[in-house]
């Protein structure tokens, strides 16, 4: 069936569209993007007073599947997904197994073309089982479907391996997404080292164990000329060699968290096991920094590192609880809330860190716009919506999220994943989970 | 007059300095309890109180123990191998337990910091923390400053420099709170891989040079040093350690004529104190396990004594 969206105020970061148009959507794709467009046969959908923008892309998602099902599935990943705005996301490969083999891409592909939710594009180890040792089949990797390479969490510590897999990732031109952090200097650490850290008396972990290993990989993108992606960026010191690096013209980009821009460390102050996350929370003056960042370019892409954790993995001694926190389903509120309510980005910036820029590091040409043609993967979104986050209307199967009784800004509405209609007034219309 | 309406107490920053010498005022009275023939008063007869130690300690629960029974409650003795506890479930199921068993107060020593924060929430019972890694020691401090007032009669404007690895230390985190609340200067003398980030954002005075910890100071309260902080490179070699740090009869004679020594127990003797200084005349090390039970006492009797809120009526 046919769609039209009528009466919307489009967003295309990509064709610079601001202004109150209609799309007709034929066939999964963008078919027409046009004033008053009038089509019989289609079925309307009526988005006055509403944002109408290319989904949301998710260049960071922790899925757990296969491994660790009870904290995520891609089915309840995909519905988190779905319920944030976002028809594609990435499962980065720190599963069990590790995504370091062409089976375990193609065993997500297919568990994903099951759920026929949203688009799911796994990133490949950079080396075996993450070990940080001997590089991972790259080639065979990319060739089954892989969107990029990175070890993530359990970063390649070993700079003559990092230089190889850029070396290598050339070939394929896809990107490598690195976690900068020198474990070293983290060590047993939980949180960021500062005042709060001294204060609390837990073990810091100092804003240079990120900023050292950003400099590394800057300096092995300019020997390689290799496509670097620095995930998760935290700190101002990263931020400023990153800037730096763009000004020289190599090709590095960069993306942060809402949590990063949104929280300090001083979160961290009644133990609540929802603020650990890796890289930590840091200062105040980090989140200025960042918040700059993204609005000069210099950080190109806001993601989730939606990072599911069960409740009885969270609910422990702040020491011993895992780090990461679940952020699909609050990353676009809190995205408004912090850079466009405060004036840093324009509605249209933010959409285009939010869709058109991961979309284009991972070489999704059809997604993150509306070009005719391109797949029709739309977002209808109310700023004028509140809404409380409470465990129960969370989709994901974990609740670690430290904004648990917040109440955010703006609301997703209408999903339109490859032409489909998946998502209605907020309510997911297909794949109840059992 | 102060009341005491704490369910728990979990450190001294949260604290008033009026409920800090409520608290200090309550334990004066306890003191001389410890000095009868019969050490008993029935203040807590009838309650039940758990010593619930995730941590190796003889001391502060051998002190916590007696200070239950003066008070006549009954205690029992509940020792967890923190290495045994790799996940924490154990905790909140213990918890649990403990709460099953309708027991009034839970005294606490665990290695990771916010642990009896997290027991407090989920129990009913009051939690009194002993220790939570390197975040507070309650008692410890309030020990500490009784003794500190009973010696020099006052606290105001008192110099109070604490010496040792201060990153590491609850007992100086909670000294620094309490001493500060009670208009006492504090310095803190560590060597610099031992000194905490923004630790002078406290209000306290920092220094590297042990001689300037030491001149002019009224109090020296010297911390144990951890042996295994060598094999963290926190300092080269322990035999250093103790020629720059450790307190010595030659580097008290920058000290004053009525300096009081402290420590917080265990002593390496040899390493932070030679035995001289640890046994002489300036030291008070051992008012300290006295006034101890008197403080503990006081902590038991306030919080059990708390206004009871009306948990049935939701
Ligand atoms: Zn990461
Ligand atoms: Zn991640």
Known sequence: MNLLIKNGRVLDPKNKIDEQLDILIEKGKI???????????????DAAGKIVCPALVDMHTHIRQPGREDEETILTGSRAAVKGGFASITVMPNTKPAIDNQGVVEFIYSEARKTELVNIYPIGAITKRLEGKELAEIGELVK????????DGMPVMNSHIMRMALEYSKMYGIPVISHCEDLDLSSKGTMNEGYMSTVLGLKG????????????????????????????????????????AKKKGLSVTAETCPHYFTLSDEAVLNFDTNTKVKPPLRTRDDIRAIKEALKDGTIDAIS??????????????????????????????????????????????????????????????????????????????????SWVVEKNNLESKSKNTPFLGWTLISKPLELIAGGKHIMKESRIIKNEPR | MVEWNRKDLLGLEELSKDEILFILNTAESFREVSTRPIKKVPALRGKTVVNFFFEPSTRTRASFELAAKRLSAD??????????????????????????????IIVMRHSSPGAPHMLARSVKSSVINAG??????PTQALLDIFTIRE??????????????????????????????KLGANVTVCAPSTLMPPGIEKLGVRTTYKLKEAIEGADVLNILRMQIERQSENMFPTIREYAIEYGIDSEKLKYAKKDVLIMHPGPINRGIELTPDVADGPYSVILDQVTNGVAVRMAVLYLISGRPESDESTD
């Open chain 1, 31 to 45: 078919s027409r993007v046009a004033k008053s467009i009038k089509e019989e046969s289609a079925r309307v959908i």
């Open chain 1, 144 to 151: 089954s479907g892989a969107v990029a390479i990175s070890d």
């Open chain 1, 205 to 244: 972990i100092p804003a240079e164990s990120e900023s050292i290993m950003v400099s590394r990989d800057i300096q092995l993108a300019s020997l390689t000329g290799a496509r670097l992606h620095i995930a998760h960026v935290s700190t101002s010191e990263s931020v400023e060699l990153i800037r730096n």
């Open chain 1, 304 to 385: 989730t590192d939606h990072a599911p954790h069960t409740e009885a993995e969270k609910d422990v001694e702040y020491d011993f609880a895992p780090f990461g926190i679940i952020g699909l389903e609050t990353a676009l509120s809190l995205s408004y809330m912090e850079l466009v309510k405060t004036g840093f980005l324009s509605l249209l910036g933010l959409i285009e860190r939010m869709s058109l820029a991961p979309a284009k590091i991972l070489n999704l040409q059809n997604k993150g716009h509306l070009s005719q043609g391109s797949d029709a993967d739309i977002l209808i979104f109310d700023t004028e919506i």
């Open chain 2, 75 to 104: 205690i029992i003795n509940i020792s967890v191998n923190s290495s045994a506890m790799v996940k924490g479930e154990t905790l909140k199921d213990t918890a649990r337990n403990i709460e099953a068993m309708k027991v009034d």
């Open chain 2, 132 to 137: 939570d890694g390197s975040h507070e020691h």
């Open chain 2, 151 to 180: 010696k020099k009669k006052k606290l105001e404007g008192l110099n109070v420099s604490i010496i040792g690895d201060i990153a590491h230390s609850r007992v100086a985190r909670s000294n620094i709170w309490g001493l500060k």
